[in-house]
């Protein structure tokens, strides 16, 4: 293949996926301000006009700041590869360590990160602080949203460093095959972060407590022997701090399994509309959509590694996306690594039906089990009550749900538990 072919491509693959992206955004807008006059007739006798404009309103303001972060991330994009900026970052970070060696490598990964959190901190900002606060969902300070950035900052740095470095290493060091062995570390990296996790990295960001509500904790544990399940504990997040959404989860695997409920969800559902969401939530641990979920990923990283092996070589891989570099060197290696993930999502975006598809189905079978262990209509409630109060729209574009969302829409969603 020549540069201009594969820069062809990519530039035709770009086009497409913004037509589509922008054209599904405006079709989702259009949709949502049309119905949003009238409550749904399923939905009427329980969520008011106010709370379904409210909802409206807030999913169209999240979608035109989605637009604009996908123009913001496209120049960038652009800027990155055709606009040279790769190119004089790989120019500075030669500087700092002229032999192209590690120092090089890992200089020109902090600075395209460097630049990537530049552009898109005012999105971050707006979202926080004028977004979610104008419809009365934040309750983050600023002093907490800097130690939040301070935090992750320093992890990225304690954990991502180390990180890449091994990977450029195994890159070097392991000759043709490297991609199966950076596959095999970045899969076990990956598992030791999902056992670590919930101990060692969650409570840096937030608080967890015991669930201290006698009679709840007994319907939960009774739930649980139920279901067969075995956790390390059930306990309560202050999520209240940063948001008033509500959400329950269990995170870890093995002997490291907890059960999480944040606080602004025990504070709006009943016990037994909390032991249905929790009884959803044990549906995706019945079904093993977890472990499908790693597999798949698993198997599409592996995938996506031997193609970069493939291309790692090529000089009009480099050159077709504006970059002249040495590829057997250190520094080469890298831009390889930053080039691929720059360019990988744009050729991969037609595949985001299929894993909303996955992820949906995956929703309307935790739905089932939820709905075998516990009331449907228990769960029905306690979603009605969310989708209410997390000011989520119950009138959605079916092309544009299709396309992205990883929960069914609400009207099928209920109209699949009414079954039960």
Request: charged content about 10%; some cysteine.
């Given at each position: 293949m020549t540069p201009q072919l594969f820069s062809l491509a990519f530039l035709l693959a770009l086009i497409v996926s913004l037509v589509l992206r922008v054209w599904l955004a405006l079709r989702h807008l259009r949709h949502i301000q049309a119905h949003r006059s009238a409550v749904p007739a399923e939905f009427g006798a329980h969520i008011e006009l106010a709370a379904h404009q409210k909802a409206a309103d807030y999913t169209c303001a999240k979608t035109h700041l989605g637009l604009a972060e996908l123009a913001a991330s496209t120049v960038l994009l652009l800027a990155f590869t055709y606009g040279g900026l790769l190119k004089n970052a790989a120019a500075w970070s030669m500087q700092i360590d002229p032999a192209s060696g590690y120092l090089a490598a890992l200089a020109l990964f902090a600075c395209v990160a460097l630049i990537g959190f530049i552009v898109d901190l005012p999105f971050g900002l707006y979202r926080t602080f004028v977004l979610e606060a104008r419809y009365g969902f934040n309750q983050m300070s600023w002093q907490l949203f800097l130690g939040d950035l301070l935090k992750q900052g320093l992890l990225t740095i304690l954990i991502g460093a180390p990180l890449l470095?091994?990977?450029?290493?195994?890159?070097?060091?392991?000759?043709?095959?490297?991609?199966?062995?950076?596959?095999?570390?970045?899969?076990?990296?990956?598992?030791?972060?999902?056992?670590?996790?919930?101990?060692?990295?969650?409570?840096?960001?937030?608080?967890?407590?015991?669930?201290?509500?006698?009679?709840?904790?007994?319907?939960?544990?009774?739930?649980?022997?139920?279901?067969?399940?075995?956790?390390?504990?059930?306990?309560?997040?202050?999520?209240?701090?940063?948001?008033?959404?509500?959400?329950?989860?269990?995170?870890?695997?093995?002997a490291a399994k907890r059960i999480v409920f944040f606080d602004t969800l025990l504070a709006r559902l009943s016990p037994p509309e909390i032991d249905a969401v929790?009884?959803?939530?044990?549906?995706?641990?019945?079904?093993?959509?977890?472990?499908?979920?790693?597999?798949?990923?698993?198997?599409?990283?592996?995938?996506?590694?031997?193609?970069?092996?493939?291309?790692?070589?090529?000089?009009?891989?480099?050159?077709?996306?504006?970059?002249?570099?040495?590829?057997?060197?250190?520094?080469?290696?890298?831009?390889?690594?930053?080039?691929?993930s720059l360019v990988l999502p744009i050729f991969t975006f037609p595949l985001t039906p299929l894993m909303s598809h996955i992820s949906r189905r995956h929703e309307y079978q935790a739905d089932t089990y939820a709905a075998s262990q516990t009331q449907a209509a228990d769960l029905i409630n306690a979603l009605v009550k969310l989708y209410r109060d997390n000011a989520a729209t119950l009138t959605p574009d079916s092309l544009h749900s299709l396309f992205y969302d990883s929960h069914p829409p609400a009207s099928l969603r209920i109209a699949h538990l009414l079954k039960y």
């Amino acid at each position: 293949m020549t540069p201009q072919l594969f820069s062809l491509a990519f530039l035709l693959a770009l086009i497409v996926s913004l037509v589509l992206r922008v054209w599904l955004a405006l079709r989702h807008l259009r949709h949502i301000q049309a119905h949003r006059s009238a409550v749904p007739a399923e939905f009427g006798a329980h969520i008011e006009l106010a709370a379904h404009q409210k909802a409206a309103d807030y999913t169209c303001a999240k979608t035109h700041l989605g637009l604009a972060e996908l123009a913001a991330s496209t120049v960038l994009l652009l800027a990155f590869t055709y606009g040279g900026l790769l190119k004089n970052a790989a120019a500075w970070s030669m500087q700092i360590d002229p032999a192209s060696g590690y120092l090089a490598a890992l200089a020109l990964f902090a600075c395209v990160a460097l630049i990537g959190f530049i552009v898109d901190l005012p999105f971050g900002l707006y979202r926080t602080f004028v977004l979610e606060a104008r419809y009365g969902f934040n309750q983050m300070s600023w002093q907490l949203f800097l130690g939040d950035l301070l935090k992750q900052g320093l992890l990225t740095i304690l954990i991502g460093a180390p990180l890449l470095l091994a990977v450029l290493w195994l890159m070097t060091v392991m000759g043709e095959y490297w991609w199966l062995y950076v596959w095999l570390f970045w899969l076990v990296f990956n598992l030791l972060v999902l056992l670590l996790y919930p101990t060692l990295i969650a409570p840096l960001f937030n608080k967890f407590t015991p669930l201290d509500n006698p009679e709840l904790k007994a319907r939960i544990e009774a739930l649980l022997a139920r279901c067969g399940f075995r956790s390390s504990g059930l306990f309560v997040m202050d999520g209240s701090k940063r948001s008033a959404h509500g959400n329950a989860y269990f995170t870890g695997f093995g002997a490291a399994k907890r059960i999480v409920f944040f606080d602004t969800l025990l504070a709006r559902l009943s016990p037994p509309e909390i032991d249905a969401v929790l009884a959803h939530e044990l549906g995706h641990f019945k079904h093993r959509h977890v472990w499908q979920r790693i597999i798949l990923l698993a198997a599409l990283s592996l995938a996506f590694l031997w193609l970069l092996g493939l291309l790692i070589g090529q000089p009009w891989f480099y050159a077709g996306l504006g970059v002249s570099i040495a590829a057997q060197t250190t520094q080469g290696i890298a831009m390889a690594l930053i080039l691929f993930s720059l360019v990988l999502p744009i050729f991969t975006f037609p595949l985001t039906p299929l894993m909303s598809h996955i992820s949906r189905r995956h929703e309307y079978q935790a739905d089932t089990y939820a709905a075998s262990q516990t009331q449907a209509a228990d769960l029905i409630n306690a979603l009605v009550k969310l989708y209410r109060d997390n000011a989520a729209t119950l009138t959605p574009d079916s092309l544009h749900s299709l396309f992205y969302d990883s929960h069914p829409p609400a009207s099928l969603r209920i109209a699949h538990l009414l079954k039960y």
